[in-house]
Nanobody, 124 residues
Framework: QVQLVESGGGLVQAGGSLRLSCAAS????????MGWFRQAPGKGREFVAR????????YYADSVKGRFTISRDNAKNTVALQMNSLKPEDTAVYYC?????????????????WGQGTQVTVSS
């Protein structure tokens, strides 16, 4: 069982930066794949980034590639999302998620645990 708590959201002007953090409880945190998702008003949940167990393998949505960086610290049971060059279209509730490594038949990771979300608002 893993519990996730996000922090670091807020209001920022376009072009600014924010750093989100996700604190995880659970003894096997280091074995989980961790992801960040977001949901804008009136839209579905969207994948943002993920990082695998060792932290060496990361993957980003095209919309954030080159601007966002995901990282993890297994010793501290945390995963972070550094967001630079923020745009108004990045406005959303951001969620941290954890999965054991299971995938769907098409190879997408299955996330079993979710945080409560943190609001990010980017003003133009």
């Amino acid at each position: 069982q893993v519990q996730l708590v996000e922090s670091g959201g807020g209001l920022v002007q376009a072009g600014g930066s924010l750093r989100l953090s996700c604190a995880a409880s659970g003894r096997t945190f280091s074995s989980y794949v961790m992801g960040w998702f977001r949901q804008a008003p009136g839209k579905g949940r969207e994948f943002v980034a993920r990082i695998r167990w060792s932290g060496a393998l990361t993957y980003y949505a095209d919309s954030v590639k080159g601007r966002f960086t995901i990282s993890r610290d297994n010793a501290k049971n945390t995963v972070a999302l550094q967001m630079n060059s923020l745009k108004p279209e990045d406005t959303a509730v951001y969620y941290c998620a954890a999965g054991t490594g299971r995938t769907t038949v098409v190879g997408s990771y299955i996330y079993d645990y979710w945080g409560q979300g943190t609001q990010v608002t980017v003003s133009s």
